[in-house]
């Protein structure tokens, strides 16, 4: 049987079972819960450490009395995490998975347009961002600001959960499939024909960065900003944080080390029956980082008419980028990510951007976190 990732209904099922609140925290609220995810809150401290690290055989607690430095009060109106410093988080959800249930983590969209660091920790497994099947106890998270000093609070949710049965991954010729019946990605409203697409044997397709028809093409955070308020929408000027980034003849040259925001070329689709996730950049396509978040909830960039019948076009994908060690060009069209699909158990009751609390990316092109509003 192929595996599935679990929609919103299988996941409010798994609340209090698979999913359970951590020692002195509130219920987990329905929320919480997204089309094939689970937002997870930040407990009400955070430790303030001098290194990261990888959990394997030393306990977590262990690691904190080694590298801890001071601890952060949470509650109430929050603390200020500095940027280019490393702290760690318990978060208030607990796993308690059945035998035949797996998890992989990932940071929400807003933490990582605010170019904030995040990664879970599970004591005693050796890898970040995942859990095996069977896993049984608290999580952490790591977190690292990394353009602006930022207030988080206890209950903010800068990660997510999703759950699996074996192996979720559509396979190549799934996607080809899938595509033909529903195309995936647009571009100015129209399919991409099949034979232009590239297609991978992981259940992925090739995307490419847009820069041309977009005035500003991106945007750069700026040096030595004020505090973000994480959890504040439309807190702050767009302009005392980001920098208007323009494309000359469809290229521009990215700074070492600076933070921008980009959109993908192609508007994308996400079916109901389905979720994605951004791969993290192959380093033979350039010395770059080019996403932190990258998980499409099932009816990401989908919509419908009143009969239920699918409208063409989709929205595009906002790209994360962070240039490594030298100056780095990139123009218009050039292939900048992959964009890997999974089966779902079926179609979530609420698709993505429906009955959420607050604004959503659905109809986004070159958006920046809620934090920000446009003008002054």
Sequence with gaps: MSGTILVDRELR???????????????????????????????????????????????????????????????????????GVVYLVPLEESLDLSQDLSARFNPRSSTGRCDIFTRVLLPGHPRFDEAPAGYRGMAWLEISPLSFPVRLRRGDRLAQIRLQRENAAMTADELRALHRGSPLCFVKGEPVPESELNFYEDGSIAMSLGLDGRQPCGWRAALFTDVVDFSAEAAHDREDFWQEVHAKQGTCILEPGRFYIFASREEIRVPPQVAAEMLPVDPGLGELRNNYAGFFDNGFGWQEDESGTPIEGGTPAVLEVRAHDMPFLVEDGQIFFRLRFFRASGRPDALYGRKREGASYLSQDLTLARAFRSGS
């Design 13 to 83: 099922a798994c609340l209090g079972r698979d999913l359970v609140p951590a020692p002195g925290a509130a219920p987990i609220e329905d929320r919480q819960v997204q089309p094939a995810s689970l937002d997870m809150r930040l407990g009400p401290r955070a430790h303030r450490m001098r290194a990261g690290f990888l959990p394997s055989t030393t306990p977590i607690e262990q690691r904190l009395a080694e590298l801890s430095t001071i601890e952060l009060d949470l509650t109430g109106e929050g603390a200020v995490l500095e940027r």
